[in-house]
């Protein structure tokens, strides 16, 4: 009943999807499903961004290498490699370096934003309330680019 | 006292000492063909046509690269002054489209971080060995005896 009472309080049918995926047992993947919802992918793709910075900006740009080798530990993913430097890559261009992502198909940047954000869920978890307000900064992004 | 672009601050400049004799000093000879192509690249001269770019090449040049790019950076340089002299190497050769977080890495690794650098396809990898020696070179501005020099340290480690 408590998600539900969360759910409702996104400005969305979108951010309720989000905040609903991310209490699935796999996040990512439950994110990753959201693909044909053109409105959910807008959604997520403003939910990264917004994530991201409010976790790294004014922070040594080398916690993102860090954090990235941390995140494919986690899920048992080899952190040594491509999918590393792409999650890098994707994370530094929401924090303003655009070159670094150039070349990486926009289905695979998809793929990688639902990674990312499915870490929201990681346990101890971000808490409810700044997930709403993330989620909350996000739709009011999407509906400023919508204007 | 004034201070030059040389003399690192005001109270550092001194005159020169009349007393100090030069001597005659041949720069070592490069030895290698991979070790003349790279010279060539960094001079912005025309390569040896018959340059192989086999593993003894491959060896030479990461070394090189690995050398210069310790003369150029210190230990835990930010991040940012890394970047700006990849992006300035990819951005002055954009018909190779090199991966411009592939070659930070490769910058990065040859300075001692741990970063990911698995996977990246190996004519990158030597594309930014070079290239990125020839950037490093030039923003070093070094002289025609302290690249040679370079060079030649880089064959006498890999050989």
New interface residues.
């Given amino acids: 009943m408590g998600q539900i009472g969360t759910i409702a309080k996104t400005a969305t049918a979108a951010g309720g999807l989000i905040l609903q995926a991310l209490t699935d047992e796999q996040p990512a993947r439950s994110l990753s499903r959201l693909a044909d919802s053109p409105s959910a992918v807008r959604l997520l793709r403003e939910l990264f961004i917004v994530s991201v910075r409010r976790s790294f900006v004014r922070r040594?740009?080398?916690d993102v290498?860090r954090y990235?080798?941390d995140l494919l530990e986690y899920r048992s993913l080899?952190?040594?490699?491509?999918i590393?430097?792409e999650t890098?890559?994707l994370i530094?261009t929401a924090l303003g370096?655009p070159?670094?992502a150039?070349?990486i198909a926009d289905l695979r940047r998809f793929e990688l934003s639902c990674f990312v954000i499915g870490d929201l869920a990681r346990p101890p978890g971000v808490p409810q309330a700044e997930l709403l307000g993330l989620v909350d900064q996000a739709e009011r992004r999407v509906a400023r680019r919508a204007t | 006292m004034s201070s030059t672009m040389f003399s690192g601050g005001a109270g550092v400049t001194e005159p020169p000492d009349p007393e100090v004799v030069v001597e005659a000093y041949a720069a070592p000879e490069i030895t290698t063909e991979a070790g003349r192509y790279l010279r060539a690249v960094a001079r912005d001269e025309v390569p040896p046509r018959r340059s192989v770019a086999d593993d003894d090449a491959r060896r030479l040049w990461e070394i090189a690269f690995g050398l210069a790019a310790r003369r150029r950076f210190a230990e835990r340089a930010p991040?940012?002054e890394i970047?700006r002299t990849v992006?300035a190497a990819?951005h002055e050769h954009p018909t190779l489209?090199l991966?411009?977080?592939?070659a930070e890495?490769l910058l990065r690794a040859a300075l001692g971080?741990e970063?990911?650098?698995?996977?990246?396809d190996p004519d990158v990898v030597v594309a930014v060995y070079v290239l990125l020696f020839r950037a490093i070179a030039d923003e070093l501005a070094l002289g025609e005896d302290e690249l040679g020099g370079l060079i030649v340290q880089a064959e006498k480690t890999a050989f």
């Fill in positions: 040594d740009p080398r290498t990235v080798a080899p952190s040594g490699g491509e590393a430097r890098e890559a530094r370096e070159d670094l150039r070349g | 991040l940012a970047s992006a990819v489209c991966p411009m977080l592939d890495m971080e970063v990911p650098v698995d996977e990246i």
